[in-house]
């Protein structure tokens, strides 16, 4: 079938919106129907080169929701008419990590989808016979995309797809960071660098797991009282004094859970100085430019301070994300003022230089 899609055609340049051939799907895959899809900054990394894994052409995108089509010889997790959202992780319930509860980093398929390519090793999408990758498993800045059933999560129809894509990248791994890797403890004290789409979605998951302080870092106010509205207690300007002025906030030992959701390495051991002294757990979620490194100072890890990364939140995404979504219809999470801008797939260019000059917290494509 003919589709419309944004490729990556070079490293720095703006994203092409043209016509691609997507083949059907095969054993094990669903061909989705896209409604909408966030513009991740994961994206805009890729895209501008400074992605050490990352390759061209490719049709960019993975924050996507949409409805399962048509599937392949022996899906049997979806079928045409379900709600679905994209999984850039996969979950297929059978390899030793997805029967661990200590990770969520699927390994049935994680080779050939970091080449950009579906679990038998070529591509559905095409262009005048050229072969195009999938990027992240997902390549949902498209109208229709094929994914492997084990990376859809099927998610209920009453939820509105352009808020549950959502779920599919950023606020997911702020939510799961917190209630997953780090395990917030009620009463605890928690500091969350970044008030982007991750930072907030840490900030409500601190606030769902019964955290009494709440504190947000960030350099915007207007990002700050959305912080504010997804339960913090506190909050600070960013500035080079920050881990003084936590460590006073906090009686003078630091907090007992921090989150670093900027990609900064020099916020990254701002996390891991307020951390508390003996218990204090600093989650790292954000992903750092091209040979940049974390520099801490032994003597905070030796003094009982620990430091975790987490990849999209530790969620298993096909059981998770739906607990997730349910949570948001019921109320507990508030996902509308995370959708900053709506576009069209051909603004998807728009989406990039709204991020970049940090206009919102999400933009989101809406397809016909």
């Not at 895959?29 to 990352?54: F, K, M, W």
């Not at 049709?59 to 399962?68: Q, R």
């Not at 000059?357 to 016909?368: E, K, N, T, Y």
Request: proline share 3%; hydrophobic share 40%.
């Amino acid at each position: 079938m003919k589709i419309r899609a944004a490729v990556l055609e070079q490293f720095g340049a703006p994203l092409a919106v043209q016509e691609l051939d997507l083949a059907e799907p095969r054993a094990g895959e669903a061909l989705v129907r896209l409604v909408a899809c966030g513009v991740c900054h994961t994206d805009l990394y890729t895209a501008s080169g400074a992605d050490p894994s990352g390759y061209a052409p490719t049709v960019l995108g993975h924050e996507g929701a949409g409805i399962v089509e048509r599937v392949g010889d022996g899906v049997t997790s979806v079928a045409p008419g379900d709600h679905v959202v994209t999984l850039f992780s996969p979950q297929c319930r059978e390899c030793i990590h997805c029967r661990d509860t200590r990770t969520n980093l699927c390994l049935a398929i994680r080779e050939q989808q970091n080449l950009g390519y579906l679990p038998d090793g070529t591509t559905r999408l095409s262009r005048d016979g050229e072969r195009i990758r999938h990027f992240m498993g997902t390549s949902t800045f498209a109208e229709y995309t094929v994914m492997p059933e084990i990376a859809l999560a099927k998610i209920t129809r009453d939820a509105p797809l352009d808020r549950a894509c959502l779920f599919a990248c950023g606020l997911s791994t702020g939510l799961g960071a917190a209630i997953n890797t780090a395990k917030v403890e009620a009463g605890a004290t928690c500091v969350v660098f970044g008030a982007g789409m991750v930072g907030l979605g840490a900030v409500a998951g601190c606030r769902l797991q019964g955290a009494e302080r709440i504190v947000c870092v960030d350099l915007s106010s207007e990002r700050l009282e959305l912080a504010r509205g997804q339960g913090a207690t506190h909050t600070l300007h960013a500035d080079d004094d920050v881990v003084e002025q936590i460590v006073e906030l906090t009686d003078g030992f630091g907090a007992d859970y921090t989150f670093e959701a900027t990609g900064n390495v020099r916020v990254m051991r701002q996390a891991v100085e307020s951390a508390r002294m003996g218990w204090g757990l600093a989650t790292v979620c954000g992903v750092a430019g091209r040979g940049e490194t974390l520099d801490v100072v032994p003597r905070f890890l030796i003094t009982g301070r620990r430091v975790a990364g987490s990849s999209f939140g530790g969620v298993k995404g096909r059981d998770q994300v739906p607990e997730f979504v349910e949570r948001a219809l019921a109320g507990d999470i508030d996902v509308g003022p995370f959708v900053s801008h709506k576009l069209t797939l051909d603004e998807v260019n728009r989406g990039f230089e709204l991020m970049e000059a940090q206009d919102g917290i999400r933009s989101v494509i809406a397809f016909g």
